[in-house]
């Protein structure tokens, strides 16, 4: 299955999509949302072969959290631990709709698609008025059915997030988007941790997405490091999520996992060389392949010593070098115990009309 994003194709025959991902690490602040995105523009303009897209999320209404005691725990990548109560937490986070108008307006003149994490219906009114390439349902709203069922009837691509979901409550997430009308999804792995420990990847969970409801997957980098990244491409990922920031050791929610933002022009760079690796499932010697090649040479047969005629080939009398100057060795079962019917000096390739087979 494939399908169009922001003029990018979602497909595992084509370069798989990253998601530069500013979430909400501006807590409320447009001008540094503002100097987030123009920043991945300029990646983006430096990697023009790579597709990107810019992904974040609106979070303006604080009363989607209620008053509570409820705590969020997150640390950074020293592992230093805080903990804030998660009313104001979204509090901190949350900006205006009138505040998103001008990035959005910006993302429309610069040309770069966006991906928008949705968490009411308001927010993804919004951002299909806003011109996005695709709206998100986070992992936290995989249980969410009227948002899934919202989102989907516009029409837009959509990605769903899986989380700590059950394939069970992820195959409900994904016939209730297709119900109403979705017919562009992408399945997002997103692994379990703040930042996600190795083991607790489980990147083989790709192909079981893909191998049950054939559509296209993905994934949500929740990894200190850049590593799953690669190995997502070699699983088949058609996009990349990972979090950019200007401090990444900051201790902030979801921080931790994120990358410096300095760092996305390399890694878009590397992520196109490994699907570039790729390539295809069968080897062709005669293809015409960039840059300089080694000679590669391969053996022939040559006179171990004197040979005069009627002595036959056996390793007694052949050696094998390189270059391939006479028979190639790869014909040695064929001609072995064959006679000369010429002589052949010592150290001389042993060439066809040197030989007859025995009659």
Known sequence: ???????????????????????????????????LFEKIVAARDANPDVPVVLKTEIL??????????????YQNKKGEIRQENYRGLIERKAMPLKDYEPLF?????????????????????????QGAAALKIASSNLVHVPLIQHVAAKGLPMVIDTGRATLREVA?????????GA??????HSPDGHPALPEAHNLRILQTYEDCFGLPTGLSDHYVGIEMLYMSIALGATVLEKGLYFDPDELDQDISYSMHIDDLPEVLRKTMDCWL????????????????LSSSQRQCLVAKKDLTPGMGLSFETVRFAWPCLGIPVEHWPIVANWNLKESVPAGDPIQWYHVEAKK
């Open 1 to 35: 299955m494939e399908f169009k994003l922001g003029g990018y194709t979602v497909s595992k025959k084509a370069p798989p999509i990253f998601f530069a991902e500013v979430g909400s690490y501006f807590n409320g602040d447009p001008l540094l949302a503002r100097n």
């Open 172 to 180: 409900r997430a994904v016939e209730a988007a297709q119900s109403h």
């Open 105 to 129: 307006a910006y993302c429309r003149d610069v040309n770069i698609p966006t991906v928008v994490s949705v968490y009411d219906f308001k927010a993804a009114d919004f951002a299909e008025s």
């Open 60 to 73: 303006d209404d604080p009363e989607i959290c209620l008053p509570s005691d409820q705590t969020e725990t």
């Open 277 to 292: 690796a790729l390539g295809s499932k069968r080897r062709n010697p005669a293809q015409r392949i960039k840059g300089i």
């Open 183 to 188: 017919s562009k999804i992408i399945v997002q």
